[in-house]
């Protein structure tokens, strides 16, 4: 069974079509996919992710469980970036551990938009409320972050990161205001009308996620590149932190909900890490801290990671524990 799971996720041509990103670099090949196309891909992704989530929520009625399930969602977000810190501030400067605890604390749209298509693979279907988790969990580790650095940074103690501002900015960050706002249109449609964009929401969904792919092995090859020079400390961290964290909450989900299918996806939000929002952020608020670790971590260890071992981990642990 743990063979079977592990060699079906191998073998998907969404994942496939990432390693030939990489395996592009690495051959010095001229292949690339067009700025513009791949920020419409992913706004696709987005949007499509959101709306089906709306469509799904508009059936469920809302319970004393997702309720809970929502503040989980925040409490995950908002205690990773808080132990991880620690253990980066050990090795790296306070603003490099404050930013890549809060990218390690904040989610992956990317990884939650393969995690469905895994869910569809083994035919699940994802619950409308855990799209509104996902967006919830983006702001609540940029905020820790920030506020750990603010806290522990000493080269100038009147230098004190403004809160609102950084709350703003989250909330009105690109992709949480797009899969919000198509949690609403979805959730506000009726069927006879969703039905009308249904062959662009679902029927393309697979192919436009194998391309986008494919754009994610090819950045992720060119950063690999001069990430090394870093040493091992943050290779180590960004493979075995997140699949600590997506094991540990697949476990402590069963505390909220019975579903594998929201214990699943807590897992994968748990250990998935932001390479869009976080270093957005970061970028205006935290000009110290180096992109040149976090986005590599992220991107270029975790990601991969996470769609080969992490995936039919989570799955296989939420099914028996």
């Not at 132990?83 to 990884?111: C, E, N, P, W």
């Not at 960004?238 to 997506?246: D, E, M, Q, S, T």
């Not at 990671?305 to 296989?316: A, Q, S, W």
Request: charged share 10%; with cysteine.
């Amino acid at each position: 069974m743990n063979y079977n799971l592990l060699l079906e996720n191998l073998t998907n041509p969404a994942l496939l079509f990432f390693v030939l990103g990489i395996v592009a670099v690495y051959l010095k090949s001229d292949l690339e996919i067009p700025p513009n196309s791949s920020k419409f891909i992913s706004l696709y992704l987005l949007f499509s992710i959101g709306f089906k989530g709306g469509q799904e929520l508009s059936h469920e009625s809302f319970t004393s469980e997702i309720a809970w399930s929502m503040l989980f969602g925040i409490f995950i977000s908002a205690i990773i970036p808080f132990y991880t810190f620690f253990i980066l501030k050990r090795k790296l400067s306070v603003y490099d551990a404050g930013a890549i605890a809060a990218a390690y604390g904040s989610v992956s749209a990317v990884t939650f938009v393969t995690a469905v298509s895994y869910l569809d693979s083994q035919q699940l279907a994802l619950h409308g409320h855990m799209v509104a988790i996902m967006a919830l969990m983006e702001s609540p580790a940029i905020i820790v972050g920030l506020v750990l650095i603010s806290l522990f940074q000493k080269e100038d103690p009147t230098n004190r990161i403004k809160i609102p501002q950084v709350v703003k900015h989250s909330l009105t960050n690109g992709s949480v205001l797009l899969i919000l706002g198509s949690l609403a249109i979805g959730f506000l449609a009726d069927a006879k009308q969703a039905e009308g964009i249904k062959p662009f929401t679902n029927d393309l969904f697979k192919g436009f996620l194998a391309i986008f792919l494919l754009d994610m092995g090819i950045t992720s090859g060119k950063k690999l590149k001069s990430f090394f020079a870093f040493g091992f400390f943050p290779f180590a961290f960004a493979v075995f932190i997140p699949l600590f964290n997506g094991c540990l909450f697949a476990v402590l989900s069963s505390f909220v909900t019975d579903d594998i299918t929201n214990r699943f996806i807590f897992a994968v939000l748990a250990a998935s890490a932001s390479y869009i929002a976080v270093p957005a952020a970061m970028k205006i608020t935290v000009p110290k801290s180096n992109p040149g670790l976090y986005l590599p971590m992220a991107l270029a260890v975790t990601f991969p990671i996470n769609i080969t071992i992490g995936l039919p981990l989570y799955f296989l642990i939420v099914q028996h524990v």
